[in-house]
């Protein structure tokens, strides 16, 4: 992969004075008139707050504690587990839409930013409650703590627009996007040594898993906070469109009773009112249908959240399953798996990092098509590779296209999506990523429950994703889908 020279990351050039030092220059330059570097400082630091959630909860501790403890090994417990993700999932594909028009008409995403981390702190703190037995608490925690996060990832998002240039997307992307695997990183290695110190005292995983959620939701409270002290809101309230007028009566939907819309509503700031109309899952499908085809007047971004569909899908696989194949293909022990994943992110950070500079300089689908190529090799690796050096290796290069590919599909969401509705639209990107990781790891799971265990014709046929992806990628035309973007926001002035 060629990468480009690059430059401190941003919170070491934070931290110098803001005058006119060439590094100064080069931030300024990347971003829009009146946007101050601290902002773009913020919103990095928030991709470094919530990725230790999903490094430390969903992939590499109370995944396994979840199993293991609060299931007590049972044979449906990993089932539990990849079900409640599934249905996590589920209700973000459907809430997220109406929340993102919601947020759009009433210039109102930091508001929702706000709710979505108290409410994945919160959750994540209460998995510190958790103990053997305690199946339903866990499975209502992991479900709260996930759709909050996966409402946060979109909203936080959805700010790339409004900071960087159209032609620095692709830069300031990747910084948050290798901001967020350092975060991920640093929650993961304080963890690893509350784990091994315990185990050294003789301590279970009853007392130490507890320790490393309070950690989590404790750094991701605390990096968060220059978010909502430096970020600006810049987005006017769009009441015009049909979509965001319709808003405020959808934004709660995913709820089935009235008095439970109502309570969401007013946490929201949306009136009672409008929350109580139409309520339920086909108010939910009414929105979801309206923002999809709002998308036929965007060709090329419709054709980009297939594309992610299929490519996410084969990252999901990467990212929910990896450990696994690790210990049942490789015979990795529990040390190797967790340097493991220190490694996937160390490269994750680097690729994201770098491959930004490479991404303005090349252009968006191009470097997205890099990606996917480098995905297909990791795939191949990884089914031939026969050593745990060969892994090793296969998982050096998920890192470095996993970094690059989710910080390219989100510039070029940006770069599409027209400025008037970027919370509905990167609302539509988190839904087919939402979709993705629904679709990916089921089938995964299917090709192994039919092959009775066959993981290495499982990992082949995730590479079957990033072909179709790349297939669908060639038809996105970048000129065409920014103009008819650029046009849309001229009939709106």
């Known amino acids: 992969m060629p990468l480009a020279r690059v430059t401190p990351p941003v919170a070491l050039r934070y931290r110098l004075p803001m005058n006119s030092t060439p590094t100064s220059s080069r931030l300024r330059g990347a971003l829009n008139p009146g946007v101050r570097p601290r902002e773009v400082f913020a919103w990095s630091l928030y991709d470094f707050a919530n990725s230790g959630y999903t490094t430390v909860v969903l992939t590499a501790v109370f995944n396994a504690y979840f199993v293991g403890v609060v299931a007590g090994n049972a044979s449906w417990a990993t089932l539990a587990w990849t079900g409640t993700l599934s249905v996590s999932y589920l209700i973000v594909m459907l809430a997220m839409p109406g929340l993102g028009a919601w947020a759009d008409s009433r210039g109102a995403k930091k508001r929702l930013l706000a709710v979505s981390s ?8 209460s998995l510190a409650l958790v103990g053997p037995g305690g199946l339903w608490l866990a499975v209502a925690a992991v479900i709260v703590s996930n759709v909050c996060f996966s409402i946060g990832e979109s909203v936080i998002a959805a700010f790339l627009p409004e900071l ?13 996007w290798s901001f967020g695997y350092f975060g ?20 279970t995983a009853t007392h130490f898993v507890p320790l490393t959620m309070l950690l989590t939701a404790g750094i991701f409270a605390i990096a968060a906070v220059p978010v909502f002290v430096f970020l600006k809101e810049r987005s006017a309230p769009q009441r015009g469109g ?14 089935t009773s009235p008095d439970a819309a109502a309570a969401t509503a007013g946490a929201l700031g949306v009136p009672p009112s409008a929350a109580g109309k139409s309520l339920g899952f086909m108010g939910v499908m009414r929105q979801l249908g309206a923002s999809w085809r709002a998308t036929k007047a965007f060709p090329d971004f419709r054709n980009l959240l297939i594309c992610g569909v299929f490519y ?17 293909v490789m015979k990795f022990q529990q040390a190797q798996i967790m340097m493991l994943v220190f490694l996937v992110n160390i490269t994750a950070a680097a690729g994201a990092f770098s491959f930004g500079f490479v991404q303005d300089r090349i252009g968006h689908r191009a470097a997205l098509a890099a990606t996917l190529v480098g995905w297909i090799a990791m795939v191949l690796t990884a089914y031939f590779a026969q050593t745990p050096g060969g892994f090793w290796a296969a998982a050096a290069l998920a890192g470095l296209c996993m970094g690059s590919s989710q910080s ?29 990781a629904i679709i990916g790891p089921l089938t995964y799971g299917m090709v192994t429950w039919i092959t009775d265990g066959n993981h290495r014709l499982g990992i082949l046929i995730t590479g079957v994703f990033f072909v179709i992806g790349l297939l669908v990628l060639t038809r996105i035309d970048m000129r065409r889908g920014e103009a008819l973007r650029v046009a849309q926001a001229g009939q709106v002035a």
Do not use: D, H
């Open 118 to 125: 108290v409410g994945c702190i919160a959750a994540t703190a």
């Open 164 to 176: 960087a240039r159209p032609e620095a997307l692709g830069r300031v992307s990747g910084w948050g």
């Open 184 to 203: 991920g990183m640093l929650t993961l290695g304080l963890s690893l040594l509350i784990v091994t110190r315990s185990q050294a005292a003789g301590e």
């Open 242 to 255: 049909a979509v965001a007028n319709s808003a405020t009566a959808t934004a709660t939907r995913t709820a």
């Open 312 to 328: 996410q899908a084969g990252i999901a696989v990467v990212i929910t399953l990896a450990a696994v194949y690790a210990e049942q």
């Open 408 to 436: 390219a599909g989100r510039a070029m969401t940006g770069a599409l999506a027209p400025a008037t509705r970027l919370g509905e639209f990167f609302a539509l990107w988190t839904f087919a990523t939402r979709l993705a």
